[in-house]
């Protein structure tokens, strides 16, 4: 084998103005994501833990402590008493620094759905050491950045749902996590976050575009259709039209 990767970055070019990356098949047959940097490459794997090793015999660090988790709570009839020290929250922090790289190349090749999987993993990380951390230095090194990791995996939600052309999927996913940016926010009083916040700046803007460029429903068409007929008073086609909004109420799911 050669070690000597020269050739494989002289094919691909550095651009620094992006995020370089790409999928590729391996030749153990699975797909790998590659991020290409300026004085090398990184290859992980697409699916699993990046770096493709199974610490103690599970998928990654976050499983195995929930597996320890779910004894202690087993055998101690509930989550007290259950503690992460320094070392497991740095080496879950450590950990998911693989992911973060991962999503990153994952939003820049459109794989949407791989993206929302690795950052839906990282929230239950943040949830683990939030809850079990013994220092409140070791929680806070995660929690901070609870904010940025909404919006990204709201980020995959939202793209996934405008793949398949559902504005209202879209946008309710949108308003979820602005109102948990804004619970995170209410119960955190910290003098190190400013008064206002980009995530939540850039959600709203989302939110916005979105109830705008959504194109009406059929009942809002029949609705417009409506005040039409009996602006130029066609009551007989306001009654029809009518009869078609009620139709439609009926057939609407009861919350």
């Known amino acids: 084998m050669d070690p000597d990767i020269s050739e494989i970055l002289r094919q691909w070019d550095y651009d620094p103005s992006r995020i370089n990356a790409?999928?590729?098949?391996?030749?153990?047959?699975?797909?790998?994501?590659?991020?290409?940097l300026d004085l090398g490459l990184l290859q992980m794997e697409a699916d699993g833990r990046p770096d493709g090793n199974m610490p103690h015999g599970c998928e990654s660090l976050l499983e195995y402590h929930l597996r320890r988790l779910a004894t202690h709570e087993q055998q101690e009839g509930s989550e007290a008493g259950f503690v992460l020290d320094s070392e497991d929250c740095a080496q879950l922090q450590a950990e998911g620094m693989q992911y973060y790289y991962r999503y990153l190349c994952l939003f820049a090749v459109e794989d949407f759905e791989r993206a929302e999987r690795d950052t839906a993993r990282n929230l239950r990380v943040f949830d683990l050491v939030?809850?079990?951390?013994?220092?409140?230095?070791?929680?806070w090194a995660l929690e901070q950045y609870r904010p940025y990791l909404i919006m990204m995996n709201t980020r995959a939600k939202v793209s996934m749902a405008m793949r398949q052309g559902d504005y209202d999927v879209a946008l309710n996913n949108t308003e979820e996590a602005i109102r948990a940016i804004e619970q995170f926010f209410a119960s955190h009083q910290e003098s190190m976050f400013g008064e206002t916040n980009n995530e939540?700046?850039?959600?709203?803007?989302?939110?916005?575009?979105?109830?705008?460029?959504?194109?009406?429903?059929?009942?809002?068409?029949?609705?417009?259709?409506?005040?039409?007929?009996?602006?130029?008073?066609?009551?007989?086609?306001?009654a029809r039209i009518r009869d078609q909004i009620q139709d439609l109420t009926k057939q609407r799911p009861r919350p």
């Open 200 to 238: 939540l700046t850039l959600l709203k803007s989302w939110a916005e575009q979105l109830r705008e460029s959504k194109p009406p429903s059929l009942e809002e068409h029949l609705e417009h259709e409506l005040k039409a007929a009996l602006q130029r008073e066609d009551y007989e086609a306001a």
């Open 22 to 36: 790409r999928k590729i098949i391996g030749k153990d047959g699975k797909v790998k994501v590659q991020m290409r």
């Open 130 to 139: 939030w809850q079990h951390a013994s220092d409140a230095t070791d929680k």
